[in-house]
């Protein structure tokens, strides 16, 4: 049996951050990855994704071109092109980081999936290798929910999408959050047909109601059918690009008809494979592993980083438990994921970008907070770009001076957010971050000036 410093299972983006800095300390390592390497952002999310919403924003503006006093005349969109832009891209980052793990010293790569027979043991296809360390980094994958009919019909999910090679003429999206969002702006920009249906009373069942709202009318703006409220009761298809989706809406029983159906109803960890229960590592009722502030499981020697704990589903906070778990285990940083301020954005267009409290949570905190707003409208570089929609709002403590979160919809949203993120973990006064002079014309440079609107929460 070979015998390793550290078993690095599954290879999601904490994976390139820590693996060099291991093999510099002279550790040995087995790489074990049964699938495409580079985890969930490189093969099927940030990677794939953000490269479509580009060209699908090239097609929107060129629609807008009159708008700018621009006159482009007649254009089409060539969907083969669209998909192969993106495959090209998804599937050099997938392969050069295979390549580069593979190249690296004192690494052993099994390209197999494993699963626990011991608690310093791990069975790899025809092997059984043993770890000093192991490390969990193997992600989440579509949430699939049993609804009558689902077997008799070929639905998609968001890697399944990548694979078209056809433009949808009527795309049906169940879910109304990141992943539906997205993918419907995207095909309907692209010149899809779309409707999104979701169960909540309104899309983005995370972020206040207003700014749902916002995003809402952004996407009916553009021509997609949203509709909310709808609780789909079963899926039929009677021909390779004709599905009905029956769903109830305001104690009435519809139907809407579509080409493709895409599922976008949530993730569910990739815990269930691993045979966690030889290893005595415990999960939680939806089958996340539960870690502490550096990444360790209820067994010591054991980490589980990434989307897999359930710390948060994104890729920067899967990299910063990779460096929560190298200072942890190297004895040279202080990082701990108990102190980190989760910053995301949803790649609609225009974005949203978020960093701690919402509205809502900041209510039921029951702290004394003032709150200030501004829509987009009234920004003067969102007038000039003709980018209007959205709003920006601030979260602060009265009592402490402390900002509590940030929302932003609207233009640049996704990039300004992250001014937010350092000042807050600071703990400084709001009134320092006012005192800031930001560059003119931006967005951004609006920021400091909307503290001056803090008002008490009615």
């Keep these: ?120 043991t791990v069975r790899v296809g025809d092997e059984t290798i043993e770890g000093t360390t192991i490390v969990l980094n193997v992600g989440g994958r579509p949430r699939v929910v049993p609804i009558p009919g689902i077997d008799d019909v070929d639905w998609l999910n968001n890697a399944r999408l990548l694979d078209l090679t056809e433009l949808p003429k009527h795309l049906i999206v169940v879910g109304g959050s990141y992943i539906g969002m997205e993918f419907s702006q995207i095909f309907r920009r692209l010149g899809s047909e779309v409707t999104i249906l979701e169960g909540a009373p309104h899309l983005m069942f995370r972020e206040d109601e207003d700014i749902a709202t916002a995003a809402h009318e952004v996407l009916e703006s553009e021509g997609i059918n949203v509709i909310t409220g709808a609780m789909v009761q079963k899926l039929a298809q009677d021909a390779p690009q004709d599905i009905t989706v029956t769903y109830s809406s305001d104690g009435e029983e519809k139907t809407v008809n579509g080409s493709h159906l895409l599922l976008a109803i949530g993730r569910v960890p990739n815990s269930d494979k691993l045979n966690l229960e030889a290893a005595g590592v415990e999960v939680d009722e939806r089958g996340y592993i539960p870690v502490n502030g550096f990444t360790q499981t209820n067994v010591p020697h054991i980490y589980a980083v990434g989307d897999v704990n359930g710390r948060g589903a994104f890729t920067h906070t899967s990299v910063n438990d990779g460096e929560t778990f190298w200072d942890h285990y190297t004895g040279t940083g202080d990082r701990n994921i108990d102190d980190r301020l989760v910053t995301y954005a949803m790649f609609i267009d225009p974005p949203l970008g978020r960093v701690g409290m919402s509205e809502k949570e900041a209510r039921q905190s029951g702290k004394n907070v003032l709150m200030a707003t501004r829509p987009m409208k009234y920004i003067s570089r969102a007038k000039e770009k003709d980018e209007t929609a959205g709003l920006v709002k601030l979260i602060v403590d009265a009592d402490t001076e402390e900002i509590l979160g940030a929302t932003i919809l609207g233009v640049g949203g996704d990039e300004i957010v992250n001014m937010f993120t350092p000042f807050m973990l600071t703990h400084s006064s709001y009134k320092l971050f006012r005192k800031a002079v930001l560059t003119h014309p931006t967005v951004a440079e609006l920021m400091p000036w909307i503290l001056d609107d803090l008002k008490p929460l009615e």
């Design 1 to 120: 049996m070979k015998k390793y410093d550290v078993i690095w299972i599954g290879t999601g983006q904490a994976t390139g951050t820590v693996v060099p800095r291991l093999v510099g300390a002279g550790k040995s390592v087995a790489i074990v990855e049964g699938g495409r390497v580079g985890g969930s952002c490189v093969n099927y999310g940030c990677t794939p994704t953000k490269t479509m919403v580009a060209s699908a924003r090239a097609a929107h503006m060129a629609r807008r071109g009159p708008d700018f006093g621009i006159n482009v005349g007649e254009f089409t969109v060539d969907f083969d092109k669209v998909m192969e832009r993106q495959n090209n891209i998804r599937n050099g980052g997938s392969q050069g980081m295979e390549g580069w793990l593979r190249g690296m010293d004192n690494v052993d790569f099994y390209a197999e999936y494993g699963h626990f027979e011991s608690d310093h």
